[in-house]
Structure formats: C-alpha cells, structure tokens
C-alpha cells in the first residue's frame, strides 16, 4: 500500500519560514504536490513536481515565497515556505498522482490518488 508521510510543519511568526518534507513509500508517481486547507475553505493547490524532468508548477499566490524540489533517491518532495503570512495558516497535504501532468492538470486534486495525513502549519501575526 502507497503511503506518504509529511513532517515539518509547526508554529512560526509571520515573515519566517518552515520546510515541509514528504517521503513516498515506492517511487511509482508521475508527480508529487502539496495542497492545502484552511478552516473552514476548500483544498487549495499549492506546488507540484514532474518526476521525469522536474517541471515545477506552482499558485501565484506562492510564487516567490514557496519553493518545492525533490530528492530522488529519498522518494521525497519538499516544500520551503519563506516569508510566511497568517494567511498560510493551514493543514498542508502531500499528494501523488500515477497520471500525466501539466500546467492544467498539476492543480486538479482529482488527479490525485494518494493523499498524505496533512501536517499543520500556523503562522502567528
């Protein structure tokens, strides 16, 4: 059974930064992504990562400040947030997806199949 583990979220003031990490159990994926969710809102696509050449797509509102890579060897993705906001304030979820990905489909979150348990991250202003 495919399983994703996060780690690495926590408490942070605004304007400092916290790495979130991800690591696959197998290295079966097309790509990778984080996706996030707010009280009280909808999932909301944050980053993603092709495997194959690791084109990178990311929301604008993240642009800049978010920067998500990977580690092949590890089967891990992560995801480094800088200048956090309290608007960041989410439960952050790794997700993995066997299907093709592009620019239209990596912000989809029906074309993931597996889905991490989410780690929190909470941004004090």
């Known amino acids: 059974q495919v399983q994703l583990e996060e780690s690495g979220g926590g408490l942070v003031q605004a304007g400092g930064s916290l790495r979130l990490s991800c690591a696959a159990s197998e290295r079966s994926f097309s790509s990778m992504a984080w996706f996030r969710q707010a009280p009280g809102k909808g999932r909301e696509f944050v980053a993603a990562?092709?495997?194959?050449?690791?084109?990178?797509y990311s929301a604008d509102s993240v642009k800049g400040r978010f920067t998500v890579s990977r580690d092949n060897a590890k089967n891990s993705i992560y995801l480094q947030m800088n200048s956090l906001e309290p608007e960041d304030t989410a439960v952050y979820y790794c997700?993995?997806?066997?299907?093709?990905?592009?620019?239209?489909?990596?912000?989809?979150?029906?074309?993931?199949?597996?889905w991490g348990q989410g780690t929190q991250v909470t941004v004090s202003s």
């Open positions: 990562i092709r495997w194959s050449d690791g084109n990178i």
């Open positions: 997700a993995a997806s066997t299907r093709y990905t592009s620019s239209y489909y990596a912000i989809k979150d029906d074309r993931y199949a597996y």
